[in-house]
């Protein structure tokens, strides 16, 4: 069980808007910076977001990030079949203090 | 365009040693950490380890006693060696570029190039 908790799940229409939580704790998300990664079927993850609002070059800015406390929040409008995928959240943790820590991932379905 | 190739063999058996190799392609291994990430089937992500180019390591502590992470930047590649390997090591082992820093507002640490993973299973 991770200490970043999402939800298994998020399903929402093509052309809608979705958000993904992220729950942490003091010693992670609240001091941290968080990243997102997205997870096509059958390819390795790709980073989305970085330093809890920051998108890399070439990734579309229907891809929002925002964090608040020990909360963070991914947010995709428009959203496209495409899309279908596994999101997952990354933060570093205090105690952990070596390595990223991972969200469980979320399974987005476009229905 | 930075480009990671994870190598290695595909099946290993109970007991013994998992080595693999990340060759990196389109840009130094200078001035970055380089980590392994893993992914059991139908699981989540989980970190192993990182290095720096410099060779300084850290890994993650439930994996720490049988983990060693290497770096040869004479030839851009790093590598991970897993001791006593059991079926529970099965997963699919991603290399990726780490990049990162702590500043006032916290540290900031995450993976901007990812290879395209290499799956390896544990069994007799």
């Known amino acids: 069980q991770s200490a970043l908790t999402q939800p298994p799940s998020v399903s929402a229409a093509p052309g809608q808007k979705v958000t993904i939580s992220c729950s942490g704790s003091s010693s992670n998300i609240a001091n941290n910076y968080v990243s997102w990664y997205q997870q096509l079927p059958g390819t390795a993850p790709k980073l989305l977001i970085y330093e809890n609002n920051e998108r890399p070059s070439g990734i579309p800015d229907r891809f929002s990030g925002s964090k608040s406390g020990t909360s963070a929040t991914l947010g995709i409008t428009g959203l496209q079949t495409g899309d279908e995928a596994d999101y997952y959240c990354g933060t570093w943790d205090d105690n952990l203090n070596t390595v990223l820590l991972f969200g469980g991932g979320t399974k987005l379905t476009v229905l | 365009q930075v480009q990671l190739q994870e190598s290695g063999p595909g099946l290993v058996k109970p007991s013994e040693t998992l080595s693999l190799t990340c060759t990196v392609s389109?840009?130094?291994?200078?001035?970055?950490?380089w980590s392994w990430i893993r992914q059991p089937a139908g699981k989540g992500l989980e970190s192993i380890g990182r290095i720096y180019a410099g060779g300084s390591t850290n890994y993650n502590p439930s994996l720490k006693s049988r983990v060693t992470m290497s770096v040869d930047t004479s030839k851009n590649q790093f590598s991970l060696r897993l001791t006593s390997v059991t079926a529970a090591d099965t997963a699919v082992y991603y290399c990726?570029?780490?990049?990162?820093?702590?500043?006032?507002?916290?540290?900031?640490?995450?993976?901007?190039?990812w290879g395209p993973g290499t799956p390896v299973t544990v069994s007799s």
């Open positions: 389109g840009g130094s291994i200078s001035g970055y950490y």
């Open positions: 990726a570029r780490g990049r990162g820093h702590c500043i006032g507002g916290g540290c900031s640490y995450y993976f901007d190039f």
